[in-house]
Structure formats: structure tokens, C-alpha cells
């Protein structure tokens, strides 16, 4: 069974431009979350999407919001980049409340 | 926002010798945890889970140990190898949806 990919895996932005990211989970898994991982703040949730529903949602401003397709794909999309939006960002996928699977990350610099 | 931190940033242990990585949450309701590790350049691997409603439960040379108690939450690494060589994160589930909470992570290094 293939597992979570994320595409692309580094992406150089430059300040107020803005990126999507993309996660495919594994077969069958239906939820897909999204983290910022950061070396001063660590792992920080950003949202999570079950069947193309937003169901839980981390502490971050609106220019970070995602979507999720009917065949369970997610993407992210953070507009008006800032500096500190320079982070590898995880999406993991899962079955339901459970081991969430991870994917590599995409690492994004903002310049 | 809720709080899961680690006792230590680092962690240097023999080849052959037990590790144990600890962990302090802070919410009492959080009923479901999960250790990772991560190694550089990928994403956190999940290595255990234990729920509320037990207190210890076994993989393969691991351990984890949950004492509600005191919020604590330990991982314990059997006869640790070069390749246990990892950050280690706690992460904790509170609201019954998939939103955990993750620790700072522990660095273990494993000294050949």
C-alpha cells in the first residue's frame, strides 16, 4: 500500500505570494491532517479534513485554509506569505481517530 | 493552547542499553497518545499508542507507560540501536477528533 506523498516537496516563495500545498493519503483513509513544523514552536496542528468537511481546526490566521476533494486528496493553501511562514509542512492521513500515517513534508522558504 | 512538553531536549545513551524518553501533558481529559520518531528529512513515524484506559502496553522493543496520575508519559527503548538514533515526540489527543498535540520532541543519540 503506497503512503502519504506530498507534492512538492520544497518550494521557494517570496514574501506576500502565495502557495499550495498538496497531500495524497493513503488508500481508503478519509481524514487528512495538516501540521507546521517550525524549530521554535515544533509541531502545531493546523486543521484536519474528513470526507471534504473540516472537522477540527488548530490556532492559526485565516490565510491558512485547506480543502479536501471526494476522493480524499487535501490541499493547503497560505496566501500573503510571511517570513515566518518558512516551515516544513506535514500532512498525515488516518482512518479515523488513530496512528496517523505522515507523509515526508514540503519544505517551504519564504524569502 | 494545551501543553505537552518533554523533560529533556537530548538524550545520549550506549548502544545495547535501555532508553526511556519521558513526557508531561497537561490536559486530564486527553484519552489517547501516540509516540513518534522522525528522523532527518522525513516525516514522524509512529512507533506506539496507548489509550486512557490502560496504563502500559508492549510493541516490539518498546514500551510505553501511562500514568494518569500525574499526566506522565514515558517510552521506554529496548537494547536502543544506532538506527533508534531520532527526534521522539509525544503527541496527545483531547477532543475525540484528530487533533493531537505535539511535545517539543526529545533527540536521541545512540553512541556506538
Known amino acids: 500500500k503506497a503512503g502519504v506523498t506530498q507534492t512538492p516537496r520544497y518550494l521557494i516563495k517570496t514574501r506576500g505570494q502565495q502557495v499550495t500545498l498538496s497531500c495524497s493519503p493513503i488508500?481508503?483513509?478519509?481524514?487528512v491532517s495538516w501540521y507546521q513544523q517550525t524549530p521554535g514552536q515544533g509541531l502545531q496542528f493546523l486543521f484536519e479534513?474528513?470526507?471534504?468537511?473540516?472537522?477540527n481546526k488548530g490556532n492559526f490566521p485565516g490565510r491558512f485554509s485547506g480543502r479536501q476533494f471526494s476522493n480524499s486528496r487535501s490541499e493547503m493553501n497560505v496566501s500573503t506569505l510571511e517570513l515566518g511562514d518558512s516551515a516544513l509542512y506535514l500532512c498525515a492521513s488516518s482512518l479515523g481517530v488513530s496512528e496517523q500515517f505522515f507523509g515526508p513534508g514540503t519544505r517551504l522558504t519564504v524569502l | 493552547g494545551e501543553s505537552v512538553g518533554l523533560h529533556l531536549p537530548t538524550l545520549s545513551v550506549q548502544e545495547g542499553d535501555n532508553s526511556i524518553i519521558n513526557c508531561a501533558y497537561s490536559?486530564?481529559?486527553?484519552?489517547?497518545f501516540i509516540w513518534y520518531k522522525q528522523e532527518s528529512g522525513k516525516g514522524p513515524q509512529f512507533i506506539i499508542d496507548?489509550?486512557?484506559?490502560?496504563d502500559k502496553r508492549q510493541g516490539q522493543r518498546v514500551t510505553v507507560l501511562l500514568n494518569k496520575t500525574v499526566k506522565h508519559l514515558s517510552l521506554q527503548i529496548a537494547a536502543t540501536q544506532p538506527g533508534d538514533s531520532a527526534v521522539y515526540f509525544c503527541?496527545?489527543?483531547?477532543?475525540?477528533?484528530?487533533?493531537?498535540?505535539f511535545g517539543t520532541g526529545t533527540s536521541l543519540t545512540v553512541i556506538p
Open positions: 479534513y474528513f470526507s471534504e468537511t473540516q472537522r
Open positions: 496507548i489509550r486512557s484506559n490502560m
Open positions: 490536559n486530564s481529559a486527553s484519552d489517547y
Open positions: 488508500s481508503g483513509h478519509r481524514s
Open positions: 503527541a496527545e489527543n483531547i477532543r475525540g477528533g484528530n487533533q493531537f498535540y
